[in-house]
Each structure stands twice: as structure tokens, then as C-alpha cells.
């Protein structure tokens, strides 16, 4: 795992996003990363990824997951980062902005 954290956003970076998740993130139960790797580009210039094995990761995924009616699980996608250790590092943040998902951060491979 690398050590590089120089795009994991900063607390003041977060607020903007976290208030746009904030009626959201309450549902959650608890965030989930997954390793990615970039199969393409839309029409936009926007990147494609798909899930893959740590060792192919171009990117780390965060989502919060919570229980919906009708379905398992309902994913938000929050935020792509560079490594898995910046992918911690965000959800460390947000963690300790929402007490109820304190501890509760998992690395799905």
C-alpha cells in the first residue's frame, strides 16, 4: 500500500461535498472502497473504471452503502482517489464528521 495521501482532500475541501451528501449520509450504514482501473472515457472526457484487483488499481473508489427497500444495498459514490491509503484517509474524515459510521469503513476486493 502506497503512503501517498497529496490528493486526499482537506477538511475544508470535504465541506462542501459532505454538505451536498449531508440528508444522504445518514442512511448510510457504512462506507465501502473498492479498487478500480480505468477501461475508458465517455463522451465528455469523464473516466470509465471498473472494479478490479488491488494490483490493477488506477484509482480507490469510496461509497457509502446503506440498506434500501427492495434491495441489499444502494451505493453512493463519493469520491476517486490515487491510492488505497488516501482512500482510508478520506474515510477516516468523514468518519469522524458522522460519529454513527465511526469504525465502520471496509476494503472490498
Known amino acids: 500500500m502506497s503512503d501517498d495521501k ?3 482532500p482537506s477538511l475544508e475541501q ?4 459532505v454538505r451536498s451528501l449531508v440528508m444522504r449520509i445518514k442512511n448510510f ?3 465501502e472502497i473498492q479498487p478500480h482501473r480505468l477501461i475508458g472515457y465517455g463522451r ?7 472494479p478490479c484487483e488491488p494490483e490493477l488499481a488506477t484509482c480507490w473508489i469510496v ?17 476517486s482517489l490515487h491510492t488505497e ?3 482510508l484517509t478520506f474515510c477516516d474524515k468523514v468518519m469522524g464528521m458522522f460519529p454513527h459510521l465511526r469504525g465502520r469503513c471496509s476494503v472490498a476486493i
Not at 470535504?14 to 461535498?17: G, I
Not at 465528455?44 to 471498473?50: K, L, P
Not at 457509502?64 to 434491495?71: H, L
Open 44 to 50: 465528455r472526457g469523464e473516466e470509465i473504471t471498473w
Open 85 to 87: 491509503a488516501a482512500a
Open 14 to 17: 470535504l465541506k462542501p461535498l
Open 29 to 31: 450504514e457504512r462506507l
Open 63 to 79: 461509497y457509502g452503502v446503506c440498506q434500501t427497500y427492495g434491495s441489499p444495498d444502494s451505493y453512493d459514490h463519493f469520491t
Open 6 to 8: 497529496s490528493n486526499v
